[in-house]
């Protein structure tokens, strides 16, 4: 089994910025990659970022430039930090992890997802 503890979602205003956090543990041992979704309400849920074992990384256009995924291959823990964001970035923001694909990520397990909600 596998569990994703989240944290380090909040209210932001408009071009603030936050950190979010996501350590897993248990059965990871074929899971090579994690990631970070989001969904706000009414949308579907959108891959905002992913990041493999070996560090190579991809975005969602829509946060490209602004958000930046890493991660700690010690700890199991993977970030994302979420600068100059927009109202549209509000949503609950699920970490995952998963396998790492040669034309995508496919995840397998998530967590509890934290919300962020940017607003003045």
């Known amino acids: 089994q596998v569990q994703l503890v989240e944290s380090g979602g909040g209210l932001v205003q408009p071009g603030g910025s936050l950190r979010l956090s996501c350590a897993a543990s248990?059965?990871?041992?074929?899971?090579?990659?994690m990631g970070w979704y989001r969904q706000a309400p009414g949308k579907q849920r959108e891959l905002v970022a992913h990041?493999?074992?070996?560090?190579?990384?991809k975005y969602a256009d829509s946060v490209k430039g602004r958000f930046t995924i890493s991660r700690d291959n010690a700890k199991i823990t993977v970030y994302l930090q979420m600068n100059s964001l927009k109202p549209e970035d509000t949503a609950v923001y699920y970490c995952?992890?998963?396998?790492?694909?040669?034309?995508?990520?496919?995840?397998?397990?998530w967590g509890q997802g934290t919300q962020v909600t940017v607003s003045s």
């Open positions: 248990g059965s990871i041992f074929s899971l090579n990659a």
């Open positions: 995952t992890i998963g396998r790492h694909l040669d034309n995508g990520y496919d995840p397998k397990n």
């Open positions: 990041i493999s074992s070996g560090g190579s990384t």
